[in-house]
């Protein structure tokens, strides 16, 4: 059974930075491809933010690049999520996924990041 462990979402004030991690437990983590993902109030659905192979390749959603980065450590079997120049409209609930070849994904139970005006 594949744990994935958010911590370090919280309340900031606009132009700030919070950094997201996400503790991997029960998986090859360096073998699994690890995302983030968001919900924001009145979104139907989670949306991509970003993703990291296990070969280190990331991409980001076009509302984040520049401001947010995506890192990874195998050693630790965590993922990270740098947020910097935050706004008010990145306020959500933030959700690790992770997920290894021919595998269900994983998912973690999110981590509220609230963006103050």
């Known amino acids: 059974q594949v744990q994935l462990v958010e911590s370090g979402g919280g309340l900031v004030q606009a132009g700030g930075s919070l950094r997201l991690s996400c503790a991997a437990s029960?998986?090859?983590?360096?073998?699994?491809?690890m995302a983030w993902y968001r919900q924001t109030p009145g979104g139907n659905q989670r949306e991509l933010v970003a993703?990291?192979?296990?070969?280190?390749?990331?991409t980001y959603a076009d509302s984040v690049k520049g401001r947010f980065t995506i890192s990874r450590d195998d050693a630790k079997n965590t993922v990270y999520l740098q947020m910097d120049s935050l706004k008010p409209e990145d306020t959500g609930v933030y959700y690790c996924?992770?997920?290894?070849?021919?595998?269900?994904?994983?998912w973690g139970q999110g981590t509220q990041v609230t963006v103050s005006s």
């Open positions: 993703h990291i192979t296990t070969g280190g390749s990331m």
């Open positions: 996924y992770g997920r290894r070849s021919f595998r269900p994904p994983s």
């Open positions: 029960g998986t090859n983590f360096s073998a699994t491809t």
